[in-house]
């Protein structure tokens, strides 16, 4: 089990940007792919992207050329850092811990508030 808690969101105008940090709790982190989704009022859920235990990175049509994701594993932090923010980006973002066996989404975080406006 993965306590995972996020920060690092707010207002930020058009253009702007933001990191987002996931700080999780747990022995395993290292072993496991993160990764941050969204979820804008009356959509659904969306990835944004992932990165495995590894580091390596998976930016979805979303993220491609905006935003990045890194993690600290000796910190047992993943981060996401988002550029040339725009309205459609707001929304509540998440992050998520995938099972050990990689096969879903296990454990989430509550999510951080971001806001993007002119």
């Known amino acids: 089990q993965v306590h995972l808690v996020e920060s690092g969101g707010g207002l930020v105008q058009i253009g702007g940007s933001l990191r987002l940090s996931c700080a999780a709790s747990?022995?395993?982190?290292?072993?496991?792919?993160m990764g941050w989704f969204r979820q804008a009022p009356g959509k659904e859920r969306e990835e944004v992207a992932d990165?495995?235990?590894?580091?390596?990175?998976y930016l979805t049509k979303i993220a491609e050329g905006r935003f990045a994701i890194s993690r600290d594993n000796a910190k047992a932090i993943v981060y996401l850092h988002m550029n040339s923010l725009k309205p459609e980006d707001t929304a509540i973002y998440c992050c998520?811990?995938?099972?050990?066996?990689?096969?879903?989404?296990?454990?989430w975080g509550k999510g951080t508030q971001v806001t993007v406006s002119s």
């Open positions: 990165i495995t235990e590894g580091g390596i990175p």
């Open positions: 747990g022995s395993n982190f290292r072993r496991l792919t």
């Open positions: 998520a811990a995938m099972s050990e066996q990689g096969n879903r989404w296990a454990n």
